[in-house]
C-alpha cells in the first residue's frame, strides 16, 4: 500500500510539473483561422512559406503578439498593419521581394529582433536609416543578401548587440562595424574575407566574431 501511494505521488507530481511547465511555453500557430479564435491569447504567429490569401488588417487583432514570421511569403511591401502591433518584439521578413521597409517602422518601438535574410532587392541604405529609429532593435541579421559593401551608415545602428551578415559578398570587414560601439557580437562567416584579413583584424571592445 505504502508502495503504489509513493508511486502515485511521483506521478501526480511529475504531471503537475509537465502542466506547469508547458504554460510557460507560448503556443505558436501556423494556420491565421485558429490563430483568430482567440487572438487575444496568441503571442507567436509563424505565417512562413504560404500565400497570404486573408486580409491584412486581421493581423491587428493579435494585440499580445510578440513573434511574427511572414518568411518566403512573396510579399511586395511590407503591411502597413504591421505597425499597429506595439507588443511585437521579434519579426521575420525575410525572403520577400520588397525594396524598402514603410517610412513608420519606426512605431515598433518595442522590437528587439528583426530578421531580413535573402532580400536581394533590399535597399540596404535607406533601410537602415529606417531602422536607426527603432529604440529597442538589439538583433539584425542580413544573411545571404548578396552584400559586398556595408553602408557606412550602419554605424547609426549605436545601440545594436547582434549583427548577422553570413553568405554574403563581402570581401573585407566592414570599417564601419569598429563605430558600433554597443556592437557585442558579429556573425560573418561564409563571405570572401581571405584568413589573412580575418587573423589580423582586431576587434575594439568587447565584440565577438565568428568567421
Same mark, same amino acid.
Given at each position: ?99 524598402? !521597409? &514603410? #517610412?513608420?517602422?519606426?512605431? $515598433? @518601438?518595442? =522590437? *528587439?529582433? /528583426? +530578421? %531580413? ?32 559593401? !556595408? &553602408? #557606412?551608415?550602419?554605424?547609426? $545602428? @549605436?545601440? =545594436? *548587440?547582434? /549583427? +548577422? %551578415? ?46
Amino acid at each position: 500500500m505504502k508502495k503504489s501511494f509513493f508511486l502515485f505521488c511521483i506521478l501526480f507530481a511529475t504531471i503537475s510539473y509537465w502542466a506547469q511547465d508547458s504554460t510557460s511555453i507560448p503556443f505558436e500557430y501556423h494556420n491565421i483561422e485558429e490563430a483568430l479564435k482567440f487572438p487575444e491569447k496568441v503571442l507567436r504567429l509563424n505565417l512562413s512559406n504560404q500565400e497570404i490569401s486573408f486580409a491584412p488588417q486581421l493581423l491587428k487583432k493579435f494585440v499580445n503578439l510578440e513573434y511574427l514570421s511572414l518568411e518566403n511569403d512573396h510579399l511586395s511591401q511590407v503591411p502597413d498593419v504591421i505597425l499597429e502591433i506595439k507588443s511585437l518584439r521579434i519579426l521575420d521578413l525575410s525572403g520577400n521581394d520588397f525594396t524598402q !521597409l &514603410p #517610412e513608420l517602422f519606426y512605431q $515598433l @518601438k518595442n =522590437l *528587439e529582433e /528583426l +530578421y %531580413l535574410n535573402d532580400e536581394k532587392n533590399l535597399n540596404l541604405r535607406a533601410t537602415i536609416n529606417t531602422l536607426s529609429r527603432l529604440p529597442k532593435l538589439k538583433s539584425l541579421h542580413l544573411e545571404n543578401d548578396r552584400i559586398k559593401v !556595408l &553602408p #557606412e551608415n550602419i554605424s547609426k $545602428l @549605436k545601440d =545594436l *548587440e547582434s /549583427l +548577422y %551578415l553570413s553568405q554574403n559578398e563581402l570581401k573585407a570587414i566592414p570599417t564601419s562595424i569598429v563605430k558600433m560601439e554597443g556592437l557585442k557580437y558579429l556573425e560573418i562567416h561564409h563571405n570572401q574575407i581571405s584568413s589573412t584579413q580575418q587573423k589580423s583584424y582586431d576587434p575594439s571592445g568587447n565584440m565577438m566574431i565568428k568567421f
